[in-house]
């Protein structure tokens, strides 16, 4: 197998493509009969052993007519790769083994339409797509992820049996991109809010009891405040109300390692964690993180979330 990895790598040269627009070369595209074309061959022999050994003109005339369509579909299968250009967009960051998309922009410059060209990343999710004449095409490439951290793209085959499949051609492709995968999130309850200064009040579940009413939403309250029930209520106006709570005083998480079983692996421990800052965040709640070495503050911003989930996708890495 090494063997083989080694004379692939001589033979098609990978390397990354980097991030820059990559336009397909003739040094870059590899064409070979397919099994239709093999089969069309054979019988291209056979006939013409047949038509000599008759001395059948009409039988050379027709063997050398197949013979020069299948040299035109060899070109056009060619073609239909050659001079594409191909430029690297970007993939959302998922959860662990979800699967990642891969954004890539098409540019056909052509004035003929580049038809079922391949991509395969995964051999489980290729995609098909046809290019129109001077268009551009924006495209997802899946690949699913397995564990947590930067997941590269791997190598994109693009290949092309248009337009009579007699021929094979392909392509090696390989834009340096990357997706940021957070720990597969595991639901277990959340662990008690803790008490905590904030603003000079003292804050614990208690004020998630005293509820004393609405308020009209300022430009710093959190969309997550909005009682949106109530907002719907008050015919014709624009305001949103908030609800208040007696004191100041409101729920606030602190989503500890240090709460986690220490007798569960470590990628288990992450889990919970994801599961505590979705679940922290969809409930509205202010909450922060501390891992060992590490600490966010409680916020309820919005880009309290994404913070969280880097600093658990990039943890000890």
């Not at 390397?15 to 820059?20: F, I, V």
């Not at 690297?88 to 052509?110: H, K, M, Q, S, T």
Request: glycine share 8%.
């Amino acid at each position: 197998m090494k063997l083989l990895a080694q004379l692939k790598q001589a033979l098609f040269r990978w390397q990354s493509d980097g991030t820059a627009p990559l336009r397909l070369g003739q040094r870059r595209i590899f064409i070979i009969p397919s099994r239709g074309g093999l089969l069309f061959v054979s019988a291209l022999v056979v006939m013409l052993i047949g038509a000599i050994n008759y001395s059948l003109a009409l039988g050379h005339a027709l063997v050398f007519l197949l013979a020069g369509l299948g040299l035109v579909g060899m070109i056009h299968t060619f073609r239909n790769l050659y001079d594409l250009v191909i430029t690297p967009g970007r993939c959302d960051a998922v959860f662990a083994g979800e699967i990642a998309y891969f954004e890539l922009r098409l540019d056909n410059e052509r004035a003929t339409a580049r038809r079922a060209l391949t991509f395969e990343a995964d051999a489980e999710h290729p995609v098909t797509v046809t290019v129109d004449a001077g268009k551009m095409l924006k495209i997802a490439i899946p690949q699913r992820t397995i564990r947590r951290g930067w997941c590269e793209l791997s190598r994109i085959r693009l290949s092309s049996e248009y337009p009579i499949g007699l021929f094979h051609a392909w392509s090696y492709l390989q834009p340096a991109m990357r997706c940021l995968v957070f720990p597969t999130p595991v639901m277990t309850p959340l662990p008690a809010p803790s008490a905590t200064n904030h603003q000079g009040t003292q804050r614990g579940a208690a004020g998630q009891e005293d509820f004393s009413g609405f308020r009209l939403r300022q430009p710093t309250d959190s969309l997550h405040h909005v009682a949106w029930k109530a907002s719907a209520r008050i015919p014709d106006s624009n305001d949103l109300l908030v609800k208040q709570f007696a004191g100041g005083s409101a729920l606030e998480l602190q989503l500890d390692w240090a709460l986690t079983d220490p007798a569960l692996p470590d990628e288990t421990r992450l889990g919970i964690l994801c599961g505590w800052v979705l679940q922290a965040d969809a409930s509205g709640q202010r909450y922060g993180l501390r891992l060992p070495g590490h600490k966010i503050a409680p916020a309820d911003t919005k880009n309290q979330r994404l913070a969280c989930l880097q600093l658990l996708a990039l943890f000890a890495l």
